[in-house]
């Protein structure tokens, strides 16, 4: 085990690059089949974890950074979709508390929708650095334009964004006891136009603006 404090786990190697183009001294590696790049960032040491898409995915990729590394904070830097109409594309976010909006077991004992059976509401706390205004993410396995979804999200789970990983890293955060700090670039916003057009056209621009945070942000985080 190489024991690394402050770990990120990410899910596609384009957000992986907002941080480890600030990395000095960098090593690059496979861990259990997934891409794993260490280095110096603001002269602390510090390791990326790249989890690949989806919640099973970003599980496994956390639990790997807990166990790996022995990370003591961990953190997630990537892109989601807005669900604000105030937001703009580039806005950067941080995350207050985490929802999986398709887990669903209140036919079986009643609790609202997204909450794991081990809780008893559906957020899962994040730690927050106060650097970016701080909103609710919503965590699915799919990426769409469905009204329902929009509804569910907003109105009734209170999300401001929503991705495919940030609920499962939390999950997996808040089960270790490990505290976890998520930075988000807003891809794409919902109501505006399809957000899979928004999303291929938005992306390189929400990754530039994210990876100017990245030092600060990493630097803020205790």
């Known amino acids: 085990m190489e024991k690394i404090d402050k770990v990120f786990v990410v899910a596609m190697d384009c957000e992986a690059e907002t941080v480890t183009r600030h990395l000095a001294d960098i090593a690059e590696t496979t861990l259990w089949g997934r891409r794993v790049v260490t280095g110096k960032l603001n002269d602390e040491k510090c390791a990326v974890v790249v989890s690949g898409v989806g919640k099973s995915n970003a599980a496994a990729a956390t639990q790997l950074a807990l166990t790996f590394f022995d990370a003591k904070i961990l953190l997630n830097a990537g892109v989601a979709g807005g669900l604000q109409k ?5 806005d950067l976010y941080e995350v207050k508390a985490a929802v999986q909006y398709d887990f669903d077991l209140t ?19 994040l730690a927050v650095t106060g650097k970016f205004p701080a909103v609710i993410l919503g965590t699915g396995d799919r990426f769409n334009d469905d009204a329902d979804d929009f509804k569910l999200l907003t109105a009734t789970l209170g999300a401001g964004l929503r ?3 940030g609920g499962a890293i939390a999950h997996a955060a ?4 490990t505290p976890c700090y998520m930075l ?6 919902a109501g505006s136009s399809s957000t899979t057009e928004q999303y ?11 990876a100017a945070a990245i030092p600060d942000y990493f630097a803020a985080v205790k």
């Open 184 to 189: 988000k670039g807003v891809s794409d916003v």
């Open 174 to 177: 808040l089960r270790a006891q």
């Open 86 to 90: 105030s937001m703009q594309v580039a």
């Open 163 to 165: 991705d495919m990983e």
């Open 200 to 210: 291929l056209k938005n992306l390189g621009v929400a990754l530039e603006k994210l």
């Open 107 to 125: 036919q079986l004992n009643h609790t609202p929708m997204g909450t794991l059976n081990e809780y008893q509401t559906p957020e899962l706390p």
